[in-house]
């Protein structure tokens, strides 16, 4: 009875954004409620690695590491803004100097110097910037990183709290007074200052990879109107998933051949679901979903909620859900059904409630709460990311889960690193080394070209209980190091083939297994601030 008033609780307290939950109830005890048995570390009759038995990928949009984490830990503090103080021996991250801000070169078409430029707060809403394959490429200018003004800046004009920033907007970063609740995390967990998106380009490779590590071998039987967002059947861009009623004009999907991580995890029965907002259809017009749904930002302007080019899964015959069926049964959760694995945003909570929370989910935000500029804010994002989490910690399988936060694409934000090309590539979208070049595209993964990478470095953090405590890790990783922890964790092969998994950098340096998994940190998803926490001693 305790665990199951402790669920409604839960999901009480994520419905009312968790603003007001009393801090006792949000520290209880929850180990050994409801449907959760000590199985050593087992799940689903399957051994894991680390006493990780459920991994939650929170999967945003469109941020580059300095855009949330460039002047971390210091924060401008000005009032009537939530405030952050970072906690003392916080270690340094390879972020924007005050030499870095002062001799900044970063020019536009006309040779204007633009500089990197605090946003505050009330300048949450901005434009979404160019961030697509070859203009990426070209604001790195061979490994300069002085172009992003010319080839990425979107125009602001639309958003009257940074119009004047002109293509100017491009070089703005957020502090802790903004970006709270990220910074915070990263105060009581762990996160990483040296870790990239897999190739150049935009949501649609992103999300690609952070389940396959592939954007190669597309089927041009699938391609329609795709242009130059396929080349050499590598996905460059944002066509939409051809395993998708909601698809638009352009749309591919990928070869039989290829595989992702949920076709890993069925072949061991390991159980998995992708959970996306706005999944279930507004309506079904001649046995074909309409994805027409919205949520309002906080703003109060409704978004619609769907996004097809966001959801990966639906690229692959193998675990698409075409016309958006819902599981028979809310035991169907993780398991293979009419849903296939593809789900409404909502089952996730619903399944967590029930005790049936499944190995490996990823969650994708309604657009109103993903971040992604000109239809979300850092705010928006802030609300959904802090409710999650604030829900898993609420749940009695807590303290053998960890929570990744990672992003799809940077979104063409201004960034000062520039990391290796791993994986070189010679095409004609090509111009990261020179035009048409990549690294001279020799040696590239199973010979395939036009997936130029590592692109921009991105944010990444990992909360739980076993991540290590205001930690910044070095280590060298990309979107497709998160499908290496799971093919490590649950003792999966390489997907390989091709796959960026074969030299994956991997991210077990963030986390301690030593610690005894009771840490939680709860945070006003409002303001981003800590309302109650608990440390490894369960005090």
Request: hydrophobic residues 35%; negative net charge.
């Amino acid at each position: 009875m305790i665990g199951k008033n402790l669920r409604c609780m839960a999901a009480l307290a994520l419905a009312a954004n968790l603003a007001f939950v009393s801090p006792s109830y949000l520290l209880a005890d929850n180990k050994g409620q409801d449907k959760k048995q000590d199985k050593g570390n087992d799940n689903g009759g399957y051994r894991t690695t680390t006493p990780i038995k459920h991994l939650v990928i929170i999967f945003q949009e469109n941020v580059s590491f300095d855009h949330y984490f460039g002047s971390y830990p210091e924060a401008t503090n000005p009032p009537n803004e939530p405030k952050f103080e970072a906690k003392d021996n916080t270690p340094a991250v390879n972020g924007l100097i005050q030499g870095l801000i002062d001799n900044n070169h970063n020019h536009d078409a006309k040779n204007n110097i633009f500089k990197p430029i605090r946003l505050d707060r009330s300048q949450n809403y901005t434009c979404s910037n160019g961030h697509n394959y070859t203009p990426e490429q070209q604001a790195f200018d061979s490994g300069l990183l002085d172009a992003f003004p010319e080839f990425t800046a979107c125009n602001p004009s639309a958003f009257p709290n940074v119009s004047a920033l002109g293509a100017g907007i491009v070089m703005g970063y957020y502090d802790g007074n903004t970006v709270t609740a990220m910074w915070n995390y990263a105060q009581h967990f762990a996160m990483s200052d040296n870790s990239f998106d897999t190739n150049f380009g935009p949501s649609t490779p992103g999300a690609i990879n952070v389940i396959s590590g592939m954007t190669g071998n597309a089927d041009p039987a699938t391609a329609t109107n795709t242009g130059s967002d396929v080349v050499n059947n590598s996905v460059l861009n944002d066509p939409d998933p051809f395993y998708d009623d909601c698809r638009g004009s352009e749309f591919v999907g990928m070869s039989s051949s290829n595989k992702n991580i949920g076709d890993l995890l069925n072949a061991q029965g390991i159980t998995w679901g992708w959970f996306q907002g706005g999944f279930t259809p507004s309506s079904v017009v001649a046995g074909k979903a309409v994805c027409a749904t919205t949520t309002n930002r906080l703003d109060g302007t409704p978004e619609t909620a769907y996004s097809a080019h966001h959801n990966p899964f639906e690229y692959y015959a193998s675990t698409a859900n075409i016309h958006h069926t819902p599981p028979a049964s809310l035991s169907e959760i993780g398991h293979n059904g009419p849903a296939n694995h593809q789900y409404d945003l909502s089952y996730f909570q619903q399944a967590a409630l029930a005790g049936d929370l499944p190995a490996v989910s990823y969650l994708k935000a309604n657009r109103a709460q993903d971040g992604h500029p000109s239809n979300s804010s850092p705010l928006d994002e802030q609300v959904f990311v802090a409710n999650t989490i604030n829900f898993l910690e609420s749940l009695p399988e807590w303290d053998e889960t960890a929570v990744i936060i990672a992003w799809d694409d940077s979104d063409g934000w201004y960034d000062h690193v520039a990391g290796p090309l791993v994986n070189p590539s010679k095409s004609s979208s090509d111009a990261a080394t020179g035009p048409g070049n990549c690294g001279g595209g020799i040696g590239a993964l199973a010979g395939l070209q036009s997936r130029c990478g590592y692109g921009p470095r991105l944010p990444f953090l990992v909360v739980s209980p076993f991540a290590k405590k205001n930690f910044v890790d070095n280590t060298l990783t990309d979107q497709s190091s998160v499908i290496r922890f799971i093919e490590d964790n649950w003792g999966l092969p390489r997907i390989g083939n091709g796959s960026f998994d074969v030299i994956a950098g991997p991210i077990d340096n963030m986390f301690d297994f030593s610690l005894n998994g009771h840490r939680k940190v709860f945070l006003d998803p409002l303001t981003g601030q800590v309302v109650a926490h608990q440390d490894d001693q369960g005090h």
